[in-house]
Nanobody, 121 residues
Framework: QVQLVESGGGLVQAGGSLRLSCAASGRIFSSLDMGWFRRAPGKEREFVATINWSGGITYYADSVKGRFTISRDNAKNTVYLQMNRLKPEDTAVYYC??????????????WGQGTQVTVSS
């Protein structure tokens, strides 16, 4: 079982940027497809972005395409989410998780505590 710890959230003004990190334990991380998800207040958790095990294939929700970039460093067991041109509607708790396949966007592991992102207008 891979343990995940998210970090990097905070309060930022609209138009600003944040970089989230997700540190994973376990030697199998480099073989896992990974994803970022978010849950806004009063809403269901939703898919944000996924990346395949090598980092060569990525998928994004339409709402973040062109603004967010998912990447990974397998040597550091870490997956990142670079968020640019943030909008108030990006306010949410952000979670990372392994996914069954990057194209499926379906989470397949246990959830961490998440990291809060708040975008002020």
């Amino acid at each position: 079982q891979v343990q995940l710890v998210e970090s990097g959230g905070g309060l930022v003004q609209a138009g600003g940027s944040l970089r989230l990190s997700c540190a994973a334990s376990g030697r199998i991380f480099s073989s896992l497809d990974m994803g970022w998800f978010r849950r806004a207040p009063g809403k269901e958790r939703e898919f944000v972005a996924t990346i395949n095990w090598s980092g060569g294939i990525t998928y994004y929700a339409d709402s973040v395409k062109g603004r967010f970039t998912i990447s990974r460093d397998n040597a550091k067991n870490t997956v990142y989410l670079q968020m640019n041109r943030l909008k108030p509607e990006d306010t949410a708790v952000y979670y990372c998780n392994q996914v069954y396949a990057a194209i499926s966007k379906a989470p397949g592991g246990s959830w961490g505590q998440g990291t809060q992102v708040t975008v002020s207008s």
